[in-house]
């Protein structure tokens, strides 16, 4: 792995809710562990619900991870801002991460071990 980054398979299944709404569930997730930081788990793109993200306008640059893309989760009653990221292009030793998507936990937003 790159520097202090360690990715594994998440064990069990796991789901994303928001808004009252599963956006997610996967039993494929990863999870990125990175000094410093609580880890967060990375689910396949295929299985979230991508109908409830939109384009955000925001980005990050992380130099162990590369550029991150950020998403709004929209729901019925409210739209979550850059709730969501993912990075197109992860440098080198954190490619498994290509085509994942992760959350940001808040009273919105759950991610869960099911």
Known sequence: MTGNITI???EGNWVVRAG???LGESSAALELSEDGYK?????PRGDIATAFLDDSAKTTFCPHKGDARYYSIVTKS???KDAAWGYDAP???????????AFHTSEQVAVERI
């Open 8 to 10: 594994r398979k998440a």
């Open 91 to 101: 440098v080198e030793g954190v490619e498994r991460i290509k085509d994942h998507l």
């Open 78 to 80: 409210t739209t979550i």
């Open 39 to 43: 880890p967060v788990i990375y689910f």
């Open 20 to 22: 009252g709404a599963i």
